[in-house]
């Protein structure tokens, strides 16, 4: 364990529509997953996390970084009430409630960012992450340590979707920086 406190920059899956033939996220491997991510938070011990707060990995995130007293920053592709209904409740689980907590968490402390923009869907989540991977490294540089690499933490299902996968765009963007990498399996 390090005594450097890092900033942790999160991309991952959400979960599985109901429907879903191709299992990426499931719900039943919420816990299991919420798990391993508290592990992952404590054993680089975290101070702060940087992403947006999707259903699944994000707000799971989010959700034990804020019991384990991490800050947390959320950055969201456009307006918080467009993102909610197609990132957030159009998938089963207890989403809705998790993310209005979030956000009002995230606005109350000034750690929101939304980024408005007229890009296309596709277009905004790389903006997003982009912004993710920014916030991040600026958040680890402000403290003025040698050490000051954020560790990206990776919640997904180990492969690429293909075209526009954001959460294959992270992965790659951090490897390229030589961030820590720590990924978390979600099936």
Same mark, same amino acid.
């Given at each position: 364990?390090?005594?450097?406190?890092?900033?942790?920059?999160?991309?991952?899956?959400?979960?599985?529509?109901?429907?879903?033939?191709?299992?990426?996220?499931?719900?039943?491997?919420?816990?299991?997953?919420?798990?391993?991510?508290?592990?992952?938070?404590?054993?680089?011990?975290?101070?702060?996390?940087?992403?947006?707060?999707?259903?699944?990995?994000?707000?799971?995130?989010?959700?034990?970084?804020?019991?384990?007293?991490?800050?947390?920053?959320?950055?969201?592709?456009?307006?918080?009430?467009?993102?909610?209904?197609?990132?957030?409740?159009?998938?089963?689980?207890?989403?809705?409630?998790?993310? #209005?907590?979030?956000? =009002?968490?995230?606005? *109350? !402390? %000034? $750690?929101? /960012?939304?980024?408005?923009?007229? +890009? #296309?869907?596709?277009? =905004?989540?790389?903006? *997003? !992450? %982009? $912004?993710? /991977?920014?916030?991040?490294?600026? +958040?680890?540089?402000?403290?003025?340590?040698?050490? *000051?690499?954020?560790?990206?933490?990776?919640?997904?299902?180990?492969?690429?979707?293909?075209?526009?996968?954001?959460? *294959?765009?992270?992965?790659?963007?951090?490897?390229?920086?030589?961030?820590?990498?720590?990924?978390?399996?979600?099936?």
């Amino acid at each position: 364990m390090s005594n450097v406190e890092s900033v942790i920059a999160l991309a991952g899956r959400r979960i599985d529509p109901a429907d879903s033939t191709i299992a990426r996220f499931p719900l039943a491997n919420l816990n299991r997953v919420r798990d391993e991510i508290r592990l992952a938070m404590t054993e680089v011990t975290a101070r702060a996390i940087v992403c947006s707060a999707a259903c699944g990995a994000d707000l799971l995130a989010l959700e034990v970084a804020g019991q384990l007293g991490l800050e947390q920053h959320v950055v969201l592709p456009y307006s918080v009430s467009r993102f909610r209904t197609t990132s957030v409740v159009d998938r089963p689980g207890p989403w809705g409630a998790m993310y #209005d907590d979030v956000i =009002a968490k995230a606005t *109350a !402390t %000034a $750690r929101l /960012i939304r980024l408005q923009s007229d +890009l #296309d869907e596709t277009e =905004a989540y790389s903006a *997003a !992450t %982009a $912004r993710i /991977i920014a916030v991040a490294d600026q +958040l680890s540089r402000s403290r003025g340590s040698d050490a *000051a690499i954020p560790v990206a933490l990776l919640v997904w299902d180990g492969k690429s979707r293909g075209a526009n996968d954001a959460t *294959a765009e992270f992965a790659t963007a951090v490897q390229v920086r030589h961030w820590r990498l720590i990924e978390v399996r979600t099936v």
